[in-house]
């Protein structure tokens, strides 16, 4: 499940070239925090995928919300 949220995620990444350097910024819209920006590409979606990795560590940790993607959800519930 989680594999599949992150593929999903990753699908739903924007990139644009920063005219000032040439390097490359990424984000994923629906997940507001997560973006990565270096001076390839696929560094760049290598980057966002290791930053998305992070994110949803600490939000599992801190039992955060997670948006659902292209209907994937994640409900982290506590075990006793």
């Given at each position: 499940?989680?594999?599949a949220y992150i593929r999903a995620a990753m699908r739903q990444a924007r990139y644009e070239i920063i005219e000032d350097d040439g390097s490359f910024y990424g984000s994923i819209p629906p997940i507001p925090g997560v973006w990565a920006n270096t001076k390839t590409l696929e560094s760049c979606r290598e980057q966002l995928e290791s930053v998305l990795e992070g994110w949803l560590l600490v939000s599992i940790a801190d039992h955060s919300p997670i948006p659902e993607i292209e209907g994937i959800r994640l409900d982290i519930r506590q075990v006793a």
């Open positions: 499940m989680l594999t």
